[in-house]
């Protein structure tokens, strides 16, 4: 089933209401490279768009929502796509991206295409609402609600998952959500320890 929604009920109840990155996002960047190339799906008014590119990456903004996307054409570093991504093919599949970033947005189908979307030394940040949410708002719907440990199923065969988290937050509103941070298995990930760290260690 597709996740299409409607006003009433949406899987991104706030999505444009604040340009503040996510704290999870902001957890997890230094996991991305300056230079690298970023695929922002569900972009919405662009706040992880915006975050990146102010980080030096080069970032494809993508959402159905013209709009939204509007106010993120003469940001530098960051190109501005209208597209349906629950309708028709999946536009990127000749592409390859440093990094892949998804929040507050659900639409399972999409689950192959992102983790063939993400190159080998890739990373994928999502973070979106799960099943318990039901009882703080909308997404209410299925639908729309991770069940328990989905993110981590979908990333553990394909990824090497760096955290995951799941439960409820206060984080803006009182909601439940999952979050994943993974790299691919290129990715030069614990971070090389120095001589001198090494020494500190032992």
């Known amino acids: ?15 444009h209401h604040t340009l503040s990155p996510s704290p999870w ?19 919405g008014q662009g706040r992880h768009a915006r975050y990146f590119a102010s980080r030096g990456a080069r970032v494809l903004a993508v959402d159905r929502d013209a709009k939204a996307l509007a106010s993120l054409a003469d940001v530098a570093g960051i190109e501005a796509r209208v597209a349906d991504l629950e309708t ?22 999409l689950f192959p295409h992102l983790l063939s979307t993400i190159g080998d030394k890739g990373v994928l940040l999502y973070e979106t609402f799960a099943l318990g949410n039901e009882c703080y708002g909308h997404p209410v719907r299925s639908d729309f609600l991770l069940r328990p440990g989905e993110l981590l199923s979908l990333a553990q065969p394909h990824l ?43």
Not at 88 to 109: I, K, M, S
């Open 25 to 43: 996002i902001r957890r997890f960047a230094h996991l991305v490279p300056s230079g690298a190339r970023v695929l922002d799906i569900a972009a």
């Open 160 to 202: 090497t998952v760096i955290a995951f988290e799941q439960g409820r937050t206060d984080e803006g509103r009182e909601a439940v959500v999952q979050r994943v941070a993974a790299v691919g298995r290129a990715h030069e990930w614990p971070p090389h320890l120095s001589a001198r760290d090494a020494s500190a260690g032992s």
């Open 1 to 15: 089933m597709k996740s299409r929604t409607t006003p009433a009920e949406s899987s991104a109840p706030a999505r």
């Open 88 to 109: 028709g093919q999946w536009p990127f599949a000749a592409e390859t991206f440093d990094a892949v970033v998804v929040t507050n947005y659900l639409h399972r189908p």
